[in-house]
């Protein structure tokens, strides 16, 4: 099993430098996960010259994968605070709110979203979010790169507090919502009934991004143990506690946890709690979009 050394000096928002504000979980025995503590956030002023400081910290780098996954980065946007306008050319990203009223803008516009949602910043489309607000935000960023390994960023130099908000929102976005779900039973062969939506599809990105699921597990229910060999996944918790395995290792995973399945893992997820498990699941392929790979092990982990 391969695994690098993900700890070390990270870019990251608005050209900043942060030292090893991270939430890698490197146990003895376990594969190295990213989990969110706010005891870790590190203060970022004027994000793409954006309003404010955002606690933040760097989850999982693109040093974990072997495809053109970035990071993933976890934040709080508090009160009149955002990221200000910036568009990158060499990669595209996915902006999540788990709570609250944002005002996301793509390409000039500003729609006045709430969460949780998701909104997609396509490559070469100017974006940012600002907090209007006077509730603290929960953020979530995830992002693929054309190069591996190689971000960009041009600063607009608008913090975006006094933009006019329109309707119906004129840019790609999707409610995070339960009621939208549909069942889908022994997933990977796991055990009883979860429920999915694709949020995203392969045909919405410009990079080899691959797809965006949504799913809740239910109590005693799992994504069964498979194995993917042209795609990576990471599986982020928003909600919920249950354990994960990934390549025979079992570990218990929880709200804010981002574990990478990268090439030839083999992993699934069982929801050993008495409550649901809320999943987004994001895909990069090694191969281009579209080339979609399974094995499933009949396995559905509930013995774990």
């Known amino acids: 099993m391969k695994r690098r050394n993900v700890l070390g000096t990270l870019a990251g928002l608005g050209g900043m430098i942060l030292s090893r504000a991270t939430g890698y979980a490197a146990q003895t025995g376990t594969p190295v996960f990213g989990h969110t503590d706010p005891g870790k956030y590190q203060g970022v002023s004027n994000a793409h010259d954006g309003a404010g400081t955002l606690p933040f910290m760097v989850l999982l780098d693109h040093e974990v994968f072997d495809t053109n996954f970035l990071f993933v980065h976890r934040a709080e946007v508090p009160p009149k605070t955002g990221i200000g ?39 070469g489309s100017s974006h940012g979010i600002y907090n209007h607000t006077e509730e603290t935000l929960q953020w979530l960023n995830v992002a693929v790169s054309v190069e591996k390994g190689k971000g960009d960023a041009i600063n ?22 339960r009621s939208l ?34 799913c809740v597990l ?79 092990w009949d396995n559905d982990l509930s013995k774990k």
């Not at 607009?156 to 919502?177: C, G, R």
């Not at 395995?245 to 929801?271: E, I, K, M, Q, R």
């Open 181 to 214: 779900l549909k069942p889908a039973a022994h997933a990977h062969l796991g055990k009883g009934s979860i429920l999915f939506k694709r949020l995203w599809a392969n045909d919405s990105f410009q990079t080899n991004w691959d797809f965006t699921d949504h």
């Open 218 to 296: 239910p109590p005693d229910t799992s994504i069964g143990y498979h194995q993917h060999n042209a795609i990576e996944e990471i599986y982020y918790l928003v909600k919920g506690r249950g354990r994960m395995t990934v390549n025979d290792h079992t570990f218990d995973v929880g709200p804010g946890d981002a574990v990478p399945c990268t090439l030839h893992d083999s992993h699934g997820l069982y929801n050993n709690s008495s409550e649901d498990i809320l999943l987004i699941v994001n895909s990069c392929g090694s191969k281009g979009k579209g080339v979609y790979d399974v094995n499933n």
């Open 85 to 123: 306008e910036h568009i990158h050319r060499n990669m595209e990203e996915m902006y999540y709110i788990f709570n609250g009223v944002a005002q996301f803008t793509v390409n000039g516009q500003t729609a006045e979203l709430p969460g949780p949602c998701c909104v997609l910043c396509p490559k």
């Open 156 to 177: 607009y130099k608008d913090d975006l507090s006094n933009k006019q908000v329109v309707s119906p929102t004129p840019f790609l976005w999707a409610p995070i919502d």
